[in-house]
Structure formats: C-alpha cells, structure tokens
C-alpha cells in the first residue's frame, strides 16, 4: 500500500502515512515471537520510511493504541499452529484462557482511535 501511494505524495510534496502498531512491536510476548517480530519490523520500517520520505514533505506516523475493543482475542481472528512442541502446551493453554478472559474488557475505544487519527492528519508536523 506504501509502495503504491509514495509517488502520489511526492509529487504532490504533501502526504500522511499511518501505520497502526500494537504493544507486541515494543515488547516481545512469550509465544508471541512470530507477531511480534512481524511489528517489530512495522516499528523499524516506520522509523527508515520516516527519514527517507521527509525532504518530500511526507509524514509517517506510527499509531501505538494499546489493547483497543476488537475482534483480535476472538478465535475468528486469531490462529495457532497446527505443529506444537508439548513442553509447551500448558503455557498454551494459559495464554489462550487469558486471552479469552480479556476479549471484550480491552480499555480502548476504536471509534476514539479513529478521532485522534484524523487530528493528527491535519497537524502541520505530527509527531513519529
């Protein structure tokens, strides 16, 4: 989505890159590694992109909401591998009752998320 909307912003010598982060792309979770260093990678693409496109007058943005009201902890969107190592099955079980536990309760409110990001869409200089 970048790639194609880059060219766009630099002729334009304006633009707004938003890139949504969870907490797993600034601290790593146990049996979390594959996800998190998926948004690790997001965290670190986003700081590059940020210094390379800046002299076109394009802003990046990363947007680090916390643990928001989604559908995230539900099984439609959450997926576990079908290959397990049984050392650590019960550290599984745990993890996914905790997570069950959490789904709905999440502090965050996506409809405030998306207020915020629009003010940060007509900053003169928002922030990284």
């Known amino acids: 989505m970048t790639r194609a909307a880059l060219p766009v912003m630099r002729a334009a010598g304006k633009g707004r ?3 949504l982060s969870p907490l797993g792309g600034l601290l790593g979770t146990e049996m979390g590694s594959l996800y998190c260093a ?4 997001l965290e670190g693409f986003s ?5 390379e496109v800046a002299a076109f007058g394009v ?3 990363i947007v680090e ?3 928001f ?3 995230f902890l539900t099984s439609n969107s959450t ?3 079908q290959s397990t ?7 599984r079980v745990e993890i996914k009752a905790s997570m069950d536990q959490r789904n709905g309760q999440q502090p965050g409110n996506p409809a405030r998320l998306t207020q915020a990001m629009v003010r940060l869409a007509v900053e003169a200089e928002p922030p990284l």
């Open 17 to 19: 890159i938003f890139n």
């Open 38 to 41: 998926s948004k690790f990678a």
């Open 47 to 51: 700081e590059c992109l940020a210094k």
């Open 59 to 61: 802003f990046v943005t």
């Open 65 to 67: 909401p916390g643990p």
């Open 69 to 71: 009201r989604t559908e």
């Open 79 to 81: 997926t576990f591998g």
């Open 85 to 91: 190592v049984p050392a650590h099955d019960a550290r």
